[in-house]
């Protein structure tokens, strides 16, 4: 057999290969991929870690499927394998067969992360693939991705260009992921996955994630827990067309596809040139969805989100209070407002700029990016300056990457625009969208940012909207190679934001794009937080935040208490549970203060006092999600501090309760069951808890005990947790 295998090597101008086991490995999950005699790599293993790697090999012997000897760790067009692959190359002759064979891996660690990169070659064609995982040890985090090669004579083009082909072994996948649009962002799905292909997938260019969310995660025994069972996360990092592909063949195994959308992106690569692709992250956790979050959260705060884990301030966001319709005068009112209320930093949002053609409305002055001087006589400077003299910080909103017909840049750059020649470009929200591809626009759009935040020293924040997705795609600078459109959009503004943080590291950045439509951590690697949703209402947010919280961390999610009715839904909900829900992410208000009556002004006061007690759990604490509202008539949750000796639980109550029953019991999580906590119900005169303001062990709230009483819907509490032990 072995002198069978050499002769074919021989006659294939293949080297021979020994063959080897490499196991990439986090604190408690392993991935086993095998090199065998002809160099094929395979992957025999994600999950928990075992310390004979090996027995995956045998474990897989004599399985029939359409993986021959074991599925392919980067499965490509050619060869061998029919299914899903992660690379299809089309080479200058028309050829499309790759096949990729082992050359050598090296192993690389430093600051808690074991790097390893597979060097893998097509020796026919010199087309070279390093597949390069990021082992993140203590947060059982690992980030693989491809890097491509053209080392041939000639140009290619890649007709995909996956990140990872990730191969599981179950025999019942449930597939937990979001949907949404506008205003109703993060909303579950859950689906058994059968035999054949499940895509998850958006072509939207610009706006990725409102639809769905390039996130997902599998529970490998086909039943969702937040508290047991095997689970796969996932999430790519990339803000534009992303596609991942489940398909489960006919031995059971699941091959997870995830990378760039290759939709109308058949890209070219030259004699000599490499691609990258973005990095997929994956963890694994045998102790249900809960677990697998908080690795995840875990990694973001540690380096996914930029400054992940400090504490951003509170804020009052001008938008729902006044919209375009403002003056100097009432900015100052407003941020007199806001400081009275200890609230910690003012947002100046849209409406601001643009002279000639001023941003009154939505259907004018975007691109004009100067003070429009008629509102704001003084300046922005002078606004700034006053937030800052109250003891605020100041935040400014922009919208670089659009440009409304009606503006000074659309006349003069109509080269600058997205469009389709010879066709209507196609408007959204009266705008249109700027060509990233285009070095100059890269240019003006860094420029805008950096115009912006000259005008005033006294600059803190950046709110960076993005209003619109690609429609009458075409670049007029690609000229005819409109395939690189929708990659190099998204390289293009990845550039900008290398500039900018470059620049400026210290500013506060909110990635925000009608909300939630670029919730991934593509964008997060340079913004400090995302708003959530233009969806403001706290009965609609409790969706939308759980959906959210699965793959991002609360410490990125801005949450803001607005006015009532609510101007999305109008749902009127009491004021305390627009605090409580909004006080599970980073709290801000975005409504006019002067419409508060004294009460609600003092309520707010003491609200936002008494998340300043607790916010640093919700920006650095492992979060436990203890009743979800797809379930039931609660949604609970909690965040626990890393040495577990203090807690803060968030209830909600969804709907009305029978009065004969007693109180619906919430078994806490993450407790140190030895530690004593004192609990106290937080922002109430008389508790909903019978045991407010006693002390209790972790063992009797995490095992029975804790039961707030709820009569109403829309009703609320915040429990905080402290243990002097
Ligand atoms: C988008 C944002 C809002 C607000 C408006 C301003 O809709 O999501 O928060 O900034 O634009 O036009």
């Not at 990729?100 to 600051?111: E, I, N, P, R």
């Not at 109703?184 to 035999?195: K, R, S, V, Y």
């Not at 489960?248 to 040139?273: M, W």
């Not at 003299?389 to 997205?418: C, Q, R, T, Y």
Request: hydrophobic fraction near 35%; proline fraction near 4%.
């Amino acid at each position: 057999m072995k002198i069978c295998i050499i002769a074919l090597l021989t006659i294939l101008n293949l080297p021979s290969v020994t063959p080897q086991i490499i196991p990439v490995e986090t604190d408690n999950t392993q991935l086993v991929l095998h090199v065998d005699s002809k160099g094929i790599v395979r992957t025999f293993h994600y999950g928990e870690k075992s310390d004979y790697p090996s027995q995956y090999l045998n474990f897989n012997t004599g399985r029939g499927s359409d993986y021959g000897d074991g599925p392919m760790t980067y499965p490509t067009v050619g060869g061998g394998f029919n299914g899903q692959a992660a690379l299809h190359v089309k080479y200058a002759d028309g050829n499309q067969n790759t096949e990729l064979y082992y050359v050598s891996h090296d192993v690389a660690s430093g600051d808690g992360v074991v790097t390893t990169t597979l060097h893998l070659k097509d020796h026919l064609t010199k087309l070279e693939v390093d597949l390069i995982y990021e082992a993140h040890q203590r947060e059982d985090v690992m980030l693989m991705h491809s890097v491509i090669k053209n080392k041939g004579r000639k140009p290619l083009r890649l007709r995909s260009f996956a990140s990872a082909s990730l191969n599981l072994d179950s025999d019942r996948y449930l597939l937990t992921h979001t949907y949404g649009g506008w205003a109703t962002e993060m909303q579950m799905d859950q689906t058994l996955l059968t035999h054949d292909v499940k895509v998850l997938e958006s072509r939207r260019g610009t706006q990725a994630t409102q639809a769905g969310n390039p996130s997902f995660m599998l529970s490998l025994d086909g039943t969702y827990s937040e508290t047991s069972g095997p689970v796969v996360a996932g999430a790519l990092a990339w803000s534009g067309n992303y596609r991942i592909s489940f398909e489960r063949d006919q031995s059971e195994r699941l091959n997870v596809v995830s990378g760039i959308n290759p939709f109308a992106s058949e890209y070219p690569l030259k004699a000599g040139d490499t691609f990258t692709t973005p990095e997929m992250i994956y963890t694994f956790s045998s102790e249900g969805a809960g677990r697998a979050s908080r690795n995840i959260h875990r990694w973001a705060r540690k380096m996914g989100v930029w400054n992940g884990g400090e504490i951003n301030p509170t804020l009052l966001n001008h938008w729902e209070g006044a919209y375009w319709n403002f003056t100097t005068e009432t900015l100052l009112r407003m941020i007199d407002d806001a400081a009275e209320m200890g609230l910690e930093m003012f947002v100046l949002d849209d409406g601001w700029f643009a002279q000639d053609h001023p941003r009154n409305d939505e259907k004018a002055g975007l691109g004009d990016w100067e003070v429009n001087r008629n509102k704001l006589p003084e300046g922005v400077d002078y606004v700034a300056s006053y937030a800052h003299s109250k003891g605020l910080k100041f935040g400014i909103w922009i919208e670089p990457e659009m440009v409304n017909p009606d503006s000074n840049l659309a006349k003069e750059h109509p080269e600058w625009v997205v469009q389709s020649p010879g066709r209507e470009i196609y408007q959204q929200r009266c705008q249109w969208l700027l060509d990233l591809t285009n070095p100059k626009v890269q240019d003006f759009v860094f420029d805008v940012f950096d115009r912006t935040v000259s005008l005033s020293p006294n600059i803190d924040y950046v709110k960076w909207d993005s209003n619109r997705r690609v429609m009458s795609f075409g670049s007029p600078y690609l000229g005819e190679e409109q395939d690189r459109f929708y990659v190099e959009y998204v390289q293009g503004l990845y550039k900008v934001l290398d500039r900018i943080r470059e620049k400026y590291p210290h500013i506060i950045v909110q990635c925000c794009s009608s909300g939630g439509n670029r919730v991934d951590y593509g964008s997060l690697r340079y913004f400090n937080e995302f708003w959530t949703s233009d969806n403001t209402d706290a009965i609609s947010r409790i969706r939308i935040q759980w959906g959210t919280s699965l793959l991002y961390p609360a410490c990125a999610m801005g949450s803001h208490v607005s006015a009532v009715p609510n101007h999305q839904t109008n749902n009127v909900t009491p004021l305390k549970f627009r605090f409580d829900l909004a006080s599970s992410g980073r709290l801000g208000m975005e409504l006019q203060p002067k419409n508060l009556t004294e009460e609600e002004r003092s309520q707010s006061k003491r609200y936002i006092s008494a998340y300043k007690q607790f916010r640093d759990l919700v920006f650095t604490g492992d979060l436990y999600r203890l009743a979800s509202p797809y379930e039931g008539d609660f949604y609970a949750l909690m965040y626990v501090s890393q040495d577990k000796r203090r807690a803060v639980v968030f209830n909600y109550c969804l709907d009305f309760q029978n009065h004969s029953i007693g109180g619906h019991v919430f078994r806490l999580q993450g407790l140190d069951p030895s530690l004593k906590y004192k609990v106290t119900e937080l922002n109430v005169d008389k508790s909903c808890w019978w045991g407010n303001g006693d002390t209790f062990s972790g063992d009797f709230l995490s095992t029975g005990g804790f039961n707030p009483i709820f009569r109403e819907a829309n009703s609320s509490a915040i429990f905080l947790l402290e243990s002097n032990e």
